[in-house]
């Protein structure tokens, strides 16, 4: 299927080494090689001093059965996760440590993240969604394996800012996720940058609110359904996570 970009081509190299390590791609500058080397450590630190200012709430919706949905993290992994790429400071913060993988972009900026990630103890996969996407896929699918906990931010790198892309789909059906989790962000206090996708910097002491909707149950045979209803999933969180009037 189109959809799926040759996906039962890459089901049989899941277990191959990683594909998309930067280093095989382009070469730095010499400048960009001292940024590298600073730079992530102090944002890193940063993000640790300005996180513990920072208080967490949750809002969790009722599924189906009647159960309250979990707050992602405390389910083991691997699972699958979608997000917006505007929340992705406060999850740096808040889901520290817990080696989770995470899809990033093959770009110097996207190196930089990376590498400000892994300080934080994250598990960064270096590829695309979009192009090279099949390598990026690769990677995730081999994290997913290994048992780690996946989150995708669904709709980076570049946009449209919270318009769901194939990504977290094709990355379930790959791995065999049955099912994928979706969560937003809410910031009460917050800075907003003039990007594509409107960062979110909390600003220090507030409150944010983490929303988290039914889970998705992955159809394989209709996966432009479980892409518009991982849309909605996350569009609901938008929803759950915003102050009440």
Known sequence: MGFLFGA???RTQVNCAHAGKLEDVQRFTLKQKIILATVPAL???????LGMTWRYRDVNDTGANGNTVPI??????PVVFAF???T??????????????????????????????????????????SRGGASGLRAMAQAYGEGHRCAFTADGPRGPNMVCK???????????????????????????MRSW??????????????????????????????LAAVQAALDQAVVMSSPRL
């Open 166 to 192: 194939p990504g977290p789909v094709q990355l379930a059906q790959l791995s065999g996720a049955t099912w994928i989790g979706a969560f937003h962000a809410q910031p009460d206090k917050r800075w907003e």
């Open 8 to 10: 039962s081509h890459v």
């Open 88 to 129: 992705l400071l406060t999850c740096a913060h808040r889901f520290k440590n817990k080696g989770i993988a995470i899809l990033i972009s093959p770009s110097f900026d996207g190196e930089l993240i990376a590498r400000t990630v892994e300080h934080l103890g994250f598990h960064p996969q270096r590829g695309s969604s």
């Open 84 to 86: 917006w790429h505007r």
């Open 43 to 49: 944002a890193a630190g940063l993000i640790r001093l």
């Open 197 to 226: 996708d409107r960062f979110m910097i909390p600003k220090p002491f507030a409150t944010i609110t983490f929303s988290w909707p039914t889970h998705v149950t992955v159809d394989e045979a209709a996966p432009e359904a479980t």
């Open 72 to 77: 992602g993290i405390t389910i083991p992994g």
